[in-house]
């Protein structure tokens, strides 16, 4: 079956330190995109790719990376410069060339402890 | 710039209510008009969508219109069940070129 792969699905973090939360995909869809969602908020997008070897910030990329060094794959980095990283995190996909909307992950819960 | 806009929840019903969520929006040209639908502690699932003006998406009992002269892309359902307690997202695309903008979500609750 074609989709997105998050892992993992809860991520625990210590202060201070860098935890990358991976998104793998199947579909052979060329842009990758990664929201922050709060508790009881909307979507922000952190950062967004629409080939490889190349990504744009988002609203909020303060904080985080990213790399696409292959079409499957666009991990994010959380930084330990981002002051308050405890949210749920999804990953989307979309085909170039036509509007059919993104297609989500199931998303990774991180918390900071 | 593009923008949604949609009714704040939370939104509260009866089983069997008739359940309205507006969204109103702005963009140049035609973009393309998406509803998602969020289960807890879920993704988003593409719940519908309609690509030009006068066009209904419809999936599992949930229909909008896509009205250009309201700018609006309203969300029904005849009958609301338990199960369809989510959080819903209005969105639109200016073009296929361009990042999908999402309204800030409406969480709906549906009593049996």
């Known amino acids: 079956d074609g989709g997105i792969t998050q892992s993992p699905k809860y991520l625990f973090r210590k202060e201070g330190q860098n935890v990358t939360l991976s998104c793998e995909q199947n579909?052979?869809?060329?842009?990758m995109y990664w929201y922050r969602q709060d508790p009881g908020q909307g979507l922000r997008l952190i950062y967004y790719?629409?080939?490889?070897?190349?990504?744009q910030k988002g609203d909020i990329a303060e904080g985080y990376s990213v790399s696409r060094e292959k079409k499957e794959s666009f991990p994010l980095t959380v930084t330990s410069a981002q002051k308050n990283p405890t949210a749920f995190y999804l990953c989307?996909?979309?085909?170039?060339?036509?509007?059919?909307?993104?297609?989500f992950g199931s998303g990774t819960r991180l918390t900071v402890v | 710039g593009n923008s949604v806009t949609q009714m704040e929840g939370p939104v509260t019903l009866s089983e069997e209510a008739f359940l309205t969520i507006n969204c109103t929006y702005t963009?140049?040209?035609?973009?393309?008009l998406f509803w998602y639908v969020q289960y807890p502690g879920e993704g988003l699932q593409l719940l519908l969508k309609?690509?030009?003006?006068?066009d209904k998406g419809s999936n599992k009992g949930f229909e909008a219109t896509y009205r250009k002269e309201t700018t609006s892309f309203h969300l029904e359902k005849g009958s609301v069940q338990v199960s369809d307690s989510a959080v819903y997202f209005c969105?639109?695309?200016?073009?296929?070129?361009?990042?999908?903008?999402f309204g800030s979500g409406t969480r709906l609750s549906i009593r049996p």
């Open positions: 989307a996909t979309a085909r170039t060339g036509d509007n059919y909307g993104y297609t």
């Open positions: 579909l052979n869809h060329d842009a």
């Open positions: 790719s629409q080939i490889v070897n190349d990504f």
């Open positions: 963009a140049t040209g035609y973009p393309s």
């Open positions: 309609a690509t030009k003006a006068d």
């Open positions: 969105a639109l695309s200016a073009s296929s070129a361009s990042k999908i903008i």
